[in-house]
């Protein structure tokens, strides 16, 4: 049977404030991506987000990004090589001591927003990103933009690598996500979602937003759970796969 891991960027929420996201998706991905507290979540939120996982034995992720509440980390930062370095150790040692102290264990990394969108074509920025990751625990598999400089850097490290592509966002020509500046950024008709995912694991290929065919060879699918479709794009994703007999399963190291 084929396999394929389905995460989901959450822990999104700060204090009182949520992003729409529902305990109900743990039930239909695979593996998680929570937040460290630096562009959205903060301790009990990262306890509840952990606890959750675990309960729907979901495989737990940190998902690192700029220090940037209010612009929920999109807003591209300039931080040097030790800043970054810092900023990474910091973030995903913290998830993991959590984690471990619920009872879990910490399986990976992804980072986020415009930390991952800078990363994807820096190489050096990518690097000290990964080298922070690998001292931390060079068993964490780094998750990274398929085809990217992200996954080139951890890969020269020694680093496991899960290449991702994305569910509910639109490609250019280049295999670049679409600026979020863009109005047909963002996938919000389940038709489209599910015909995206499936171009991706059958024929690993997706259309870009000029019509232009792209190679996408994906290990993992991406559901932003800030996405108002989250929930419903995760439920028909993991009908539309087991379907066609395939498993939605976590990466293991």
Request: proline fraction near 2%; include cysteine.
């Amino acid at each position: 049977m084929r396999t394929i891991d389905i995460n989901c960027d959450l822990g999104e929420g700060f204090g009182p404030y949520s992003l729409g996201e529902s305990e109900e998706i743990f039930k239909y991905i695979s593996s998680a991506n929570i937040a460290c507290g630096f562009h959205a979540g903060d301790p009990l939120v990262i306890q509840k987000t952990i606890e959750a996982a675990l309960i729907n034995n979901v495989s737990i992720g940190a998902h690192p990004g700029f220090s940037d509440l209010q612009g929920f980390g999109r807003r591209e930062m300039k931080l040097s090589p030790d800043d970054l370095y810092s900023s990474i150790l910091y973030q995903v040692s913290a998830l993991k001591s959590m984690t471990e102290a619920l009872g879990g264990h910490l399986s990976h990394v992804k980072i986020h927003g415009a930390m991952y969108n800078m990363a994807a074509n820096n190489f050096e920025m990518a690097r000290t990103i990964a080298k922070a990751v690998k001292q931390i625990d060079a068993h964490l598999i780094f998750y990274g933009l398929a085809n990217s400089k992200m996954i080139e850097a951890a890969m020269e490290l020694g680093l496991k690598t899960a290449n991702e592509a994305f569910a509910d966002r639109r490609y250019n020509k280049n295999g670049s996500l679409v600026t979020r500046s863009n109005s047909l950024a963002i996938i919000h008709d389940e038709n489209e979602c599910i015909n995206q995912v499936s171009s991706m694991i059958n024929k690993q290929k997706l259309t870009s937003i000029d019509g232009s065919t792209i190679n996408m060879k994906a290990d993992s699918i991406c559901i932003h759970g800030d996405n108002k479709e989250a929930l419903l794009f995760a439920r028909k994703l993991n009908e539309e796969l087991k379907a066609n007999n395939i498993a939605i399963r976590p990466i293991k190291a």
